[in-house]
C-alpha cells in the first residue's frame, strides 16, 4: 500500500525518467531488474541458499557446520525491494520515501560543459547494464505472456508506448525504419527482411533469419542481442 504523497502530479515522461534514474542506482549497487511496469520495478539481488549442500556439510562436520548454515540462511539467498514512484515524483522502495535527487523535466538552455567526474565510466557501464537488464525483463515477458508483449509493444518502437525494452525491435513485426535502428542493418536489409517474413510467415531465432534472408553472419551477434521475435 503507497502512502499518501502530497504535491501535484507529474506527466508520465517525468516519472518514468524518475524510475529510470533509481533503477540506475540499484544497477549500480549489483542489484538486477526482475520486472518493470509503468512507474513499478521489482529488483532482486544475491542468490538462492543451497540448503541441500549446507545439509551435507552439517552431517559431514558432525554438526560443526549448522552455525554457517544458520548464518548464511538468515543473511545469504536472495534478496528484493520493489521500487515505485508515487504520482508526484516521490520514490518509493517497498513503500518507504527514499530521498533521491531530482531529475530535470528539460534540458537546460545553452551549451552544456560536461566536467571530468571520476565515476563517469562506472556511470556508462550502470546505464548498459540497465538497457541489457530491460532487454532480458522484455524478453521474460514475452516468453511468458506474448499477448501481453503485443500489448506492451515489446520490440516496437515505432509505436507510441510507456513500456521501456531497452531497445528491442520486433524482426516479425516492425516497419523497415524501425529495423535500422539496429547495427548493419540497411534500409535495403531492412526491405529484404520484411520481405521475406511475409512469405515464409517469420521468424523464430536471430540464426534462422540471416539464413532465411541470406544475409552476412556478422550480423547475428546484434540481431540476438537487440532483436525478438513476436508471434
Not at 518507504?96 to 565510466?121: C, E
Request: proline share 11%; with cysteine.
Amino acid at each position: 500500500m503507497i502512502p499518501f504523497q502530497s504535491g501535484p502530479p507529474l506527466p508520465p515522461d517525468r516519472l518514468r525518467a524518475i524510475l529510470g534514474n533509481a533503477i540506475m542506482r540499484q544497477v549500480h549497487l549489483g542489484w538486477r531488474i526482475e520486472s518493470q511496469v509503468d512507474n513499478y520495478a521489482v529488483m532482486a539481488t544475491g542468490g538462492k541458499v543451497n540448503h541441500p549442500l549446507h545439509l551435507l556439510g552439517t552431517v559431514l562436520t558432525c554438526g560443526a557446520w549448522l552455525p554457517v548454515w544458520v548464518i548464511m540462511g538468515a543473511t545469504g539467498g536472495e534478496r528484493r525491494v520493489s521500487i515505485t514512484v508515487a504520482p508526484n515524483g516521490v520514490v518509493l522502495f517497498d513503500g518507504r520515501p527514499a530521498a533521491l535527487p531530482p531529475v530535470p523535466a528539460r534540458p537546460p538552455r545553452g551549451p552544456v560543459v560536461r566536467h571530468w567526474r571520476g565515476n563517469s565510466n562506472a556511470e556508462a557501464i550502470a546505464a548498459a547494464t540497465l538497457r541489457r537488464d530491460l532487454r532480458r525483463a522484455a524478453r521474460r515477458h514475452a516468453a511468458e505472456d506474448p499477448m501481453l508483449a503485443r500489448e506492451l509493444r515489446i520490440g516496437r518502437p515505432d509505436l507510441p508506448r510507456e513500456y521501456d525494452d531497452g531497445g528491442l525491435v520486433d524482426l516479425n513485426h516492425a516497419p523497415p525504419p524501425a529495423l535500422t535502428a539496429l547495427s548493419g542493418v540497411t534500409p535495403e536489409i531492412a526491405e529484404r527482411i520484411v520481405s521475406m517474413r511475409e512469405n515464409v510467415g517469420g521468424f523464430t531465432s536471430a540464426e534462422e533469419l540471416v539464413v532465411t534472408v541470406d544475409l552476412h553472419p556478422d550480423l547475428t551477434p546484434e540481431i540476438k542481442e537487440y532483436g525478438i521475435f513476436l508471434p
